[in-house]
């Protein structure tokens, strides 16, 4: 079936260090990718996608670019604040529906911490 | 535009007893989705409503269930409830079945079975 793998972490950084979360895929056809960020206490929030392959999501100063060629969707910022402390999960939606389930596959998340 | 809506935000049963959970989409969106968030599995698939049929079901027992009715609000029903059912249940809503819009979630209903 469907997969995603990402780094679980806790990952520490320090503000307006460099961020790359890995994630990379293992599905069918050509699913969409997203990635969405889980603030403490909150439901989940989508901060970027793409549908296809070289599709370049962004969003708030994150990036992802999806590619079929390594199955990957790795998001990157900059720039990071104290204020992106967050889980971030990756996730696909399939392209076709077999007539199983076609929810969205996410990954187990990656637990960011940035350090003033 | 109100976001989703879900309810209640915490309840706290004792096995063997059942739940439901409400779940109150975006106006406009006729699609729903029901996740299961635990420490151990993560975010995983339930079920997914569209015109008041279930359309998509993840790998959860039978007594897993849910509907939709005609204004789009969902409820999931979790019967004969077990340890294991003790979870973050997260609802998500969007505008079709179309894979490529965008799914938005509520806050979620925290579950304590004791």
């Known amino acids: 079936g469907d997969s995603v793998t990402q780094m679980e972490g806790p990952v520490t950084l320090s503000e307006e260090a460099f961020l790359t979360i890995n994630c990379t895929y293992t599905?069918?056809?050509?699913?969409?990718l997203f990635w969405y960020v889980q603030y403490p206490g909150e439901g989940l929030q989508l901060l970027l996608k793409?549908?296809?392959?070289?599709d370049k999501g962004s969003n708030k100063g994150f990036e992802a670019t999806y590619r079929k060629e390594t199955t990957s969707f790795h998001l990157e910022k900059g720039s990071v604040q104290v204020s992106d402390s967050a889980v971030y999960f990756c996730a696909l939606r399939p392209m076709y529906s077999g007539g199983g389930a076609d929810g969205l596959t996410f990954g187990k998340g990656t637990h960011l911490i940035i350090q003033p | 535009k109100a976001g989703v809506t879900q309810t209640p935000r915490y309840l706290i049963k004792t096995r063997g007893q059942q739940v439901t959970l409400s779940c109150s989409p975006i106006?406009?969106?006729?699609?729903v989705s029901w996740y299961q968030q635990t420490p151990g599995q993560g975010l995983q698939f339930l079920f997914e409503?569209?015109?008041?049929?279930?359309?998509n079901k993840g790998n959860f027992p039978g007594r897993f269930s849910g509907r939709q009715f005609s204004n789009s609000r969902s409820e999931m029903n979790v019967s004969t409830l077990e340890l294991g059912d003790s979870a973050l249940y997260l609802c998500?809503?969007?505008?079709?079945?179309?894979?490529?819009?965008?799914?938005?979630f509520g806050p979620g209903t925290r579950l304590t079975v004791l």
């Open positions: 106006s406009g969106h006729r699609s």
């Open positions: 793409a549908t296809k392959a070289d």
């Open positions: 599905a069918t056809g050509y699913p969409s």
């Open positions: 998500a809503s969007s505008l079709n079945r179309d894979r490529y819009n965008e799914q938005f």
């Open positions: 409503y569209f015109s008041e049929t279930q359309r």
